[in-house]
């Protein structure tokens, strides 16, 4: 599987603020996602899907290794998002553990975050995300509700981020009592990616306080279909 990915040094997203970003191209999206055509957001926004469209296409981006050369080149330190739209890459759904080895590298000594919706109980899955969160890349678990979020955090491998109702924008609880936190750059004008960071770290899920998901109200022109996972 061809994989390409778009790095931009800069972001002008205004969610982001001007980190250092990326897409994958939509074929590291696995197929079990529920939100393939039922309301990711990567898909409802205009901007996003014409970058990512780009991507997809080849006029945009470049292979894994040069990707990962971009990352390296990084200074130490630097928070940086992966994959605004896009997943990790994979064959059938098995996560490449070559390639996310390479990334982990790349990525380390910086700030390093993304979200997977691949399975975890699928192949190594598991293990090959533990595996870069141990070693300093975090990857989060995207969960369709938050008794998913529960679900995904009692595995003990990566940080949990779920989806939740449009309009619920309070901090709010999973039905075993984790704490859930609205992204800040959602309920609040003056923060971004930049500013916040509460996505990329780790102390969140790793025992030193109270587990951390984050929440994400669900948004966009595809909100009804993802917030009609909510009810499954």
């Given at each position: 599987?061809?994989?390409?990915?778009?790095?931009?040094?800069?972001?002008?997203?205004?969610?982001?603020?001007?980190?250092?970003?990326?897409?994958?191209?939509?074929?590291?999206?696995?197929?079990?996602?529920?939100?393939?055509?039922?309301?990711?957001?990567?898909?409802?926004?205009?901007?996003?899907?014409?970058?990512?469209?780009?991507?997809?296409?080849?006029?945009?981006?470049?292979?894994?290794?040069?990707?990962?050369?971009?990352?390296?080149?990084?200074?130490?330190?630097?928070?940086?998002?992966?994959?605004?739209?896009?997943?990790?890459?994979?064959?059938?759904?098995?996560?490449?553990?070559?390639?996310?080895?390479?990334?982990?590298?790349?990525?380390?000594?910086?700030?390093?975050?993304?979200?997977?919706?691949?399975?975890?109980?699928?192949?190594?899955?598991?293990?090959?995300?533990?595996?870069?969160?141990?070693?300093?890349?975090?990857?989060?678990?995207?969960?369709?509700?938050?008794?998913?979020?529960?679900?995904?955090?009692?595995l003990g491998i990566a940080p949990v981020v779920t989806i939740?109702?449009?309009?619920?924008?309070?901090?709010?609880?999973?039905?075993?009592?984790?704490?859930?936190?609205?992204?800040?750059?959602?309920?609040?004008?003056?923060?971004?990616?930049?500013?916040?960071?509460?996505?990329?770290?780790?102390?969140?899920?790793?025992?030193?306080?109270?587990?951390?998901?984050?929440?994400?109200?669900?948004?966009?022109?595809?909100?009804?279909?993802?917030?009609?996972?909510?009810?499954?």
């Open positions: 599987m061809i994989t390409r990915v778009h790095f931009i040094k800069k972001s002008s997203n205004s969610k982001t603020g001007g980190i250092p970003v990326s897409y994958t191209s939509s074929n590291s999206c696995p197929d079990s996602c529920p939100l393939i055509d039922a309301g990711c957001y990567a898909s409802a926004g205009y901007y996003t899907r014409l970058n990512w469209g780009k991507v997809d296409s080849g006029e945009r981006g470049t292979n894994w290794i040069s990707f990962c050369k971009q990352v390296a080149d990084l200074n130490p330190g630097t928070l940086w998002r992966h994959n605004i739209a896009g997943d990790l890459p994979h064959k059938n759904g098995v996560i490449n553990r070559g390639r996310m080895g390479l990334l982990t590298t790349a990525a380390a000594g910086k700030k390093g975050f993304t979200y997977t919706h691949h399975d975890p109980a699928l192949g190594n899955n598991a293990n090959t995300i533990k595996t870069a969160n141990d070693n300093g890349f975090t990857v989060n678990l995207s969960a369709n509700s938050p008794k998913h979020a529960d679900q995904l955090l009692a939740l109702p449009h309009d619920q924008m309070e901090n709010t609880t999973t039905p075993a009592g984790n704490a859930i936190v609205v992204c800040p750059a959602v309920t609040r004008s003056d923060v971004t990616c930049k500013t916040c960071g509460l996505c990329q770290n780790q102390r969140r899920y790793r025992g030193y306080d109270q587990p951390i998901i984050v929440g994400f109200p669900a948004h966009g022109a595809g909100k009804a279909k993802a917030e009609s996972l909510l009810m499954q």
